[in-house]
Structures are given as C-alpha cells and as structure tokens.
C-alpha cells in the first residue's frame, strides 16, 4: 500500500521560511517523479513545483520560483519542499503527489498525501 506523509507545516509570518516534507512508502520511490501541490480555501488545487526521479530536472509554477525548492532524498524515501520569503498568499494546504512520469497536472498523479496545512500571517 502506497502512503505519502506530509509534515511540517504550521504558522509562520510573513518573509519566513518552513520546509515541508514528504515521506513515502510502499513504492520503489527512485522511480517516482514527485510533485507538490497546494489548496487555497474556496480555490482550487494547483501546481507548485515538481522534480524527476533522479533529481536532475524540476518544475515551478511562476508564482514560487525563486522563492521554493524542491528536492529529494532517494536514500531515505523522502521529498522536499523549502518555502522562503513566504507571503500570506502561499496560505494552503500543501500535499505531495507521486507518478512515474514528471508531470505537472495534479489530476494525473497517481498517489496522494493527506496533506499538511500552511497558514503565513501578514
């Protein structure tokens, strides 16, 4: 059975930093692209970054580069997502996605977290 965990979320002001991860088993993990996306209230769910099984390629959406990263630990099953220079407007909940091809559209992942809250005061 295929879980993803999502963890370290929580309330931050705005200009901070928090790194989310996302833990996974119950997949050869190294074959997996990984992606995260995030869900505003009354919005709906969007792209955020996303990175290919070896690491060497990843993705942004427009409104996170420069101020997310995303990476990966193959050893320990386990994808990043560093958040810096947060605005009130990155308020969501943040879930990690796996599928074996990099892709960009969260409908075609196949394996979903449960999700972790992010809240950035002003």
């Known amino acids: 059975q295929v879980q993803l965990v999502e963890s370290g979320g929580g309330l931050v002001q705005a200009g901070g930093s928090l790194r989310l991860s996302c833990a996974a088993s119950g997949l050869t993990f190294s074959r997996f692209a990984m992606g995260w996306f995030r869900q505003a209230p009354g919005k709906e769910r969007e792209f955020v970054a996303a990175i290919s099984w070896s690491g060497g390629n990843t993705y942004y959406a427009s409104s996170v580069k420069g101020r997310f990263t995303i990476s990966r630990d193959n050893a320990k099953n386990t994808v990043f997502l560093q958040m810096n220079s947060l605005k009130p407007e990155d308020t969501a909940d943040y879930y990690c996605?796996?599928?074996?091809?990099?892709?960009?559209?969260?409908?075609?992942?196949?394996?979903w977290g449960q999700g972790t809250q992010v809240t950035v005061s002003s």
């Open positions: 996605a796996a599928d074996p091809k990099l892709i960009t559209t969260w409908g075609l992942y196949d394996y």
